[in-house]
């Protein structure tokens, strides 16, 4: 009831500020971004907003895009629904953007998606977000976004078919309690449902852990029932406090970790710790990625990556990024975040010289078989708002994530 009221509030203290011009009017164009900028999630909106900002700007420097440049404008939600219902009223409302980009997390989006219904005499769309919950995937709100990567129940599938095939089926589940982490908890049901098996143990933490955090009565709860492989779905902090805790209590299983666990964060995290108890907290650790590896210098998409974070490396410091953070030279995230900011200047380049939010739906409904660099092409459809469906995998070697092609070193 309370975010409701505080929907009603700020839409009602925003309608006088609504613009007359046609969304996205001026030289620029103006993409609005949500995400956590500070927090214990802050790595995830850093890393897409510098991924999608290294594009950008490459683009900027060019001229823009028919002589238009694009800006990115990024408010800080701290992973929380309510400011990030607030922010897309102020960015859709008073900054009056051509359309929002790169939002952040299931339990914040979801709570944004009936604004899209609210605005959609201005046109609203949201392009590319990161999260792979079900909600932005079909109605009621599916017709106003557009996914590039894979949803969390393609990565669940995945995951739970390759253990399968290595002879695992007690499985178990430690997962954040909200809608992220239910939604990846259905999806890790219904794939073992295809197999005739069921979740053998679960075990749940509270949004806004830290890598401080205790785990052990999790991970006491899931050795209860002799799991031969864990899927966590949670945020890199908390999967890793879980893992440390689950390797030091004798958990010696395959431990899978899901895209929004911002596996180079957690690598981090687990290799510190690691170091100050002479132990190896990364044995067996699986990660479940929705872009290819930034180590494949085979992709074209990769070279262009890895050279676009290092001129964005030698600009200002970003405002955005707090002092106390370390940007990664490369991540998963950013990668996502630079092919993200791809698709959306492939988008605007085909509208022509007169872009309007208006013909975004028929623009990317017409994207089809579009090569990115990365390996295979990207298609939507009027009925297929996310382009692709394809899960990577990676995994630690010498303290570095590389390639994963097979689960047959977990063989039983």
């Not at 440049?69 to 992973?79: E, G, K, N």
């Not at 790169?102 to 979801?110: A, K, Q, Y």
């Not at 209590?249 to 100050?276: C, D, K, Q, R, Y």
């Amino acid at each position: 009831m309370r975010i409701a009221a505080l929907i009603l509030a700020l839409l009602l203290a925003f309608a006088s500020l609504a613009a007359s011009a046609p969304p996205g009017a001026g030289q620029d164009i103006i993409l609005g971004m949500s995400a956590a900028f500070s927090g214990p999630t802050r790595g995830l909106g850093i890393e897409l907003h510098r991924g999608a900002q290294a594009y950008f700007s490459q683009i900027n420097a060019a001229g823009g895009v028919h002589g238009r440049h694009i800006v990115l404008r990024a408010l800080d939600d701290r992973y929380s629904p309510g400011p990030a219902i607030e922010n897309t009223i102020t960015l859709a409302g008073q900054d009056d953007v051509f359309a929002l980009f790169g939002l952040v997390g299931t339990p914040t989006t979801t709570r944004v998606l009936p604004l899209l219904r609210h605005y959609r005499d201005k046109d609203l769309y949201l392009l590319f977000p990161l999260t792979g919950a079900e909600p932005l995937r079909g109605p009621p709100y599916g017709q106003w976004v557009f996914n590039l990567r894979a949803s969390y129940f393609d990565e669940t599938h995945w995951l739970v078919d390759n253990f399968i095939r290595q002879g695992h089926q007690r499985i178990a589940v430690f997962h954040q309690a909200d809608a992220f982490g239910r939604g990846g908890w259905d999806g890790v049901r219904k794939a073992l449902a295809e197999y005739g098996l069921r979740i053998s143990s679960e075990a749940t933490y509270q949004r806004g852990a830290s890598f401080s955090s205790d785990m052990q009565a999790q991970v006491d709860i899931l050795k209860q029932r002799d799991p031969d492989a864990v899927i966590t779905i949670g945020t890199s902090e908390a999967c890793a406090a879980f893992i440390r805790d689950a390797r030091e209590s004798g958990l010696e299983v395959p431990i899978a970790t899901l895209s929004f666990a911002n596996a180079e964060h957690m690598l981090l995290l687990l290799l510190s710790a690691g170091a100050e108890r002479s132990s190896d907290l990364t044995r067996d650790l699986i990660c479940s990625q929705v872009v290819p590896s930034y180590e494949d210098l085979s992709l074209p998409a990769v070279v262009e990556f890895r050279k676009a974070m290092d001129a964005l490396a030698k600009q200002p410091k970003d405002p955005l990024i707090p002092d106390d953070y370390s940007p990664s030279r490369y991540s998963s995230v950013a990668f996502e975040g630079y092919l993200n900011a791809k698709l959306v200047v492939e988008c605007l380049s085909r509208m022509g010289p007169d872009p309007s939010p208006k013909l975004l739906p028929s623009t990317m409904e017409s994207l089809s078989a579009l090569d990115l660099g990365i390996g295979e092409t990207v298609s939507f459809g009027p009925d297929k708002h996310q382009a692709m469906s394809t899960v990577f995998f990676s995994t630690v070697d010498q303290g570095h994530l590389v390639p994963l092609n097979g689960f047959g070193r977990w063989s039983k």
